[in-house]
């Protein structure tokens, strides 16, 4: 199994859908269903369940999803140690969350104009892990998210967005102007793995214990809501599917975006890393 096609097949497991994947990918769709094929067939079983609407993993395909992130994993683990050995002109940078944020264009864009000759790795990574693999040491620096446990870590705030309740455009409250998440407390909130930091999983609850499917991934939450009406929160101003909608949510701090670094992290480029961000989302 190639690293590469490991990629692919993640990409779909996450999106559970492969025009989705195939964008997320920046490639056609064909030549993916067809590394995808190809897979299934080394493997010598269905990794998913098709269906027009999108797919499902399969028993397989759900115990390969969580080696495949193992191996991906160590790999970049291995590419950044062998990159600082060989003292390579480069950053591994972990984002979480819409890589289209106009803030992300403009930091991207500063970043080279400051640091040209710098190769920038992106891990783009799911909801499990809100530092995007800073402690395990897969990035340098991570543009994502807060609350999460800040032991030992740097956490510089970019923007703070209010956040809303996402519902089934059908649902009753849905025509509501806003909701505060005493609302809402009758209802299935979805939720992230065992063993996801507390702090976030507490957050995206609305601050509350609650039941609901489990999730890794955005569109695996758009589906929990879609298809079984699970309630969730998330940021104000994403476009949403047409069959979806979100109400905002009063007596909720708001979501900060936030450059996050190692404490005591010596790396310049980190360090210029976060000050760039910090005039990019000024903007």
Do not use: K
């Not at 609302?183 to 609901?212: A, K, V």
Request: include cysteine.
């Amino acid at each position: 199994m190639e690293l590469r096609t490991l990629r692919y097949f993640v990409a779909v497991a996450e999106e559970l859908h492969f025009g989705r994947a195939a964008g997320r990918l920046h490639m056609s769709q064909p030549p993916l269903s067809r590394a995808i094929r190809q897979l299934e067939a080394d493997v010598g079983a269905p990794l998913f369940t098709r269906s027009p609407s999108g797919v499902t993993l399969t028993v397989v395909g759900a115990v390969l999803l969580d080696e495949a992130r193992g191996l991906l994993d160590h790999a970049e683990r291995v590419r950044v140690r062998v990159g600082a050995a060989a003292g390579a002109a480069t950053l591994t940078v972990g984002i979480l969350g819409d890589g289209t944020d106009p803030g992300v264009s403009r930091l991207a864009a500063a970043f080279r104009r400051i640091h040209p000759g710098i190769d920038i790795h992106i891990r783009d990574t799911d909801l499990t892990d809100p530092t995007c693999g800073l402690r395990a040491g897969l990035v340098d620096v991570a543009l994502t998210r807060a609350p999460f446990d800040e032991t030992a870590l740097t956490v510089r705030t970019l923007r703070a967005d209010p956040v809303g309740v996402v519902l089934r455009a059908d649902d009753p409250l849905a025509r509501r102007d806003r909701l505060r998440p005493a609302e809402l407390n009758d209802r299935r909130w979805f939720q992230f793995p065992q063993g996801t930091d507390p702090i976030w999983q507490s957050y995206w609850n609305g601050g509350t214990p609650r039941e609901g499917p489990v999730v890794r991934a955005v569109q695996e939450c758009l589906h929990a809501v879609l298809w079984n009406g699970t309630v969730g929160m998330a940021p104000l101003g994403h476009d949403l599917p047409a069959e979806l909608a979100v109400v905002p949510l009063v007596d909720m701090a708001p979501s900060r975006v936030v450059a996050v670094c190692n404490e005591g992290d010596t790396n310049a480029l980190v360090r210029s890393f976060i000050e760039i961000a910090a005039a990019a989302y000024r903007h």
